[in-house]
């Protein structure tokens, strides 16, 4: 059976969390491809929030495999914690969690090389979530980094202190150097833990199920427009957010990807530093931030808000072959008046739907039209005809425009404010 892809299509945040909760019932399996920490999930229901950092958002289902592939970097430290917190809702990890060995392994001294290397950009920093993922990638490109198999090693303690006196030479470099024992204390306590989980070759483990006919749902972290090649770089995040990185980060080939289905708010948030050519700066931002409770999920951060984008959807749409459109997050718009879509820029003077390739240098702008707004609150609606015209308008326009449908429409922060149309 073919692997679905379920990725975010802005600067993440999208909603993928939720969706994937919802969507899981449908799947056997549920893996994450890429990503760490950095990520923030959020899955509501029963009148409970929980928020998922590393671990597959199809955890809360007890028949589902979830398996964390090796294009993840873990935090043994994040992880010990998220596994803790689901044993307070009796959720068991044993026989539905498994990770990848060759997952990346992040040490405490990556956290700190973020804050240096971020701390030495000054004006410039990237904004990152200070998870250290940057330098986890860094080392693990660079063929220096630790994996999770390597804990299982008689001698991992001699490679962990290898790459920590490497990594203590470079924060020396930067003025960079605090004291992080306490945090060593408890990686190694976190060590201990994930032994007792249940590591395995998860590539063998996928192409198994794909044999056997499971269904499996890959999961992305962040947003296309975070993407280290195709994102707005160099404000990204440092792995392959898009559909290719499902394929890389699971050992899935190509051939074997069936759906991919992107997420996208009906408008844009973004959090950290980085070009985002529709943010509102005034009044109508601060608003949508405050509605749609715009803060992040890792960071607790603001997140910067502007209207929906069509020229970085459709690049969206292309990079990853979307095949299903979901809209998240409808419900905020209410009672804005008129909306706005952007559906071109003005590059040097010139219409165009295409994205410069550099947003930070480019002299352009977005270009948009106006829309009617709904003035009903619409996340008890159930049925797709039972929305307001104005909703289907906003919808089918923006459906014409990408050339793909949209099946599923959010409503609300719960599982079941949710509302499907046509799909399969
Ligand atoms: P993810 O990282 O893509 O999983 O998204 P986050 O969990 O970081 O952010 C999405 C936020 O929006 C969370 O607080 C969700 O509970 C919330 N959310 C998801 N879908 C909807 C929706 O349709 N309407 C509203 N109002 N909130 C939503
Ligand atoms: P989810 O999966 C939103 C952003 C950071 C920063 C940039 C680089 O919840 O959608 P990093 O720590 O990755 O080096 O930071 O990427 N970022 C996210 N923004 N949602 C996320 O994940 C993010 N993960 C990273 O704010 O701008
Ligand atoms: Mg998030």
């Not at 590393?54 to 964390?68: A, E, K, L, R, V």
């Not at 935090?75 to 307070?88: G, R, T, Y």
């Not at 945090?183 to 070759?201: G, N, R």
């Not at 409808?330 to 739907?353: H, M, R």
Request: aromatic share 10%; with cysteine; glycine share 10%.
């Amino acid at each position: 059976m073919a692997v679905d892809v379920l990725l975010g299509l802005q600067w993440g945040d999208e909603g993928k969390g939720k969706i994937v909760d919802v969507l899981a019932p449908k799947y056997d399996v549920i893996a994450r491809f890429q990503g760490g920490p950095n990520a923030g999930h959020t899955l509501e229901f029963d009148g409970i929030k929980h928020v998922l950092h590393q671990i597959p958002s199809g955890i809360f289902h007890s028949s589902i495999i979830n398996i964390i592939g090796n294009g993840v970097v873990l935090d043994p430290i994040i992880f010990k914690k998220e596994v803790e917190a689901l044993s307070k809702y009796n959720v068991d990890i044993n026989g539905r969690l498994f990770i990848s060995k060759k997952a990346s392994l992040i040490l405490p001294s990556h956290s700190q090389l973020d804050a240096a290397y971020e701390s030495s950009k000054g004006e410039k920093k990237i904004g990152s979530t200070l998870k250290g993922i940057g330098p986890t990638y860094q080392d693990k490109v660079a063929r220096l980094g630790l994996r999770v198999g390597d804990i299982l090693s008689p001698d991992f303690k001699a490679k962990y202190n290898a790459l920590k006196e490497q990594h203590l030479k470079i924060l020396e470099f930067y003025n960079y150097v605090h004291d992080f024992s306490e945090k060593e204390e408890a990686f190694f306590k976190a060590i201990d833990f994930l032994k007792d989980c249940q590591l395995i070759d998860s590539e063998y483990v996928i192409n198994k199920h794909i044999k056997s006919g499971a269904k499996i749902l890959a999961e992305g972290a962040q947003g296309s427009l975070l993407d280290i090649d195709f994102g707005s770089y160099p404000f990204v995040t440092s792995s392959n957010t898009t559909a290719a990185g499902a394929c890389t980060g699971l050992g899935i080939a190509p051939g074997n990807i069936g759906e991919v289905y992107g997420i996208f708010k009906a408008y844009c948030t973004r959090v950290g530093s980085g070009p985002f050519p529709t943010e509102l700066l005034e009044e109508t931002g601060e608003r949508l931030r405050q509605v749609g409770h715009e803060f992040g999920a890792t960071t607790g951060r603001p997140r910067r808000c502007g209207w929906l984008d069509l020229p970085a959807l459709k690049y969206a749409i292309m990079i990853n072959k979307v095949t299903s459109l979901f809209m998240m997050k409808g419900d905020v718009l209410t009672d804005f008046n008129p909306l706005k879509i952007c559906t071109s820029y003005s590059v040097d003077g010139k219409p165009t739907d295409e994205l410069p390739h550099d947003l930070i240098n480019s002299n352009y702008s977005p270009v948009f039209s106006d829309f009617s707004g709904w003035n009903v609150p619409i996340n008890k609606i159930k049925t797709y005809e039972a929305f307001p015209k104005e909703v289907h308008q906003y919808i089918s326009f923006i459906e014409k425009e990408v050339n793909v449908p949209i099946n599923l429409i959010s409503t609300g922060p719960d599982r079941s404010e949710t509302v499907l149309k046509d799909f399969k």
